[in-house]
């Protein structure tokens, strides 16, 4: 059974940084296509970035060069760490593999 579970979240300061972990229970880890996404208050919910097949990323324009996704396949952990972070970064944030979710994380950025 594919089980999903977010942590990490939490309020910063504009400018300020925090790591997001996907804990994944999921099979054949290494070869899985893990995306983070998000939904911000009163927003759909976009993808944010994505760990692919052979190492691949990808990442919605607005979080290029300030998020990256990185996975750990000795904890089958995917993370995403958040840098500059900005108020419309404020989000909750979702860890997805094909048909299944984590419960989210809250991220607050604000002064």
């Known amino acids: 059974q594919v089980q999903l579970v977010e942590s990490g979240g939490g309020t910063v300061q504009p400018g300020g940084s925090l790591r997001l972990s996907c804990a994944a229970s999921v099979r054949n880890f290494s070869d899985a296509n893990i995306n983070w996404y998000r939904r911000a208050p009163g927003k759909e919910r976009e993808l944010v970035a994505v760990?692919?097949?052979?190492?691949?990323?990808l990442y919605h324009q607005s979080v290029k060069g300030r998020l990256s996704i990185s996975r750990d396949t000795t904890k089958n952990t995917i993370y995403l760490q958040m840098n500059d972070l900005k108020p419309e970064d404020t989000a909750i944030y979702y860890c997805n593999e094909l048909e299944y979710w984590g419960q989210g994380t809250q991220v607050n950025v604000s002064s």
């Open positions: 760990s692919g097949y052979l190492g691949t990323t």
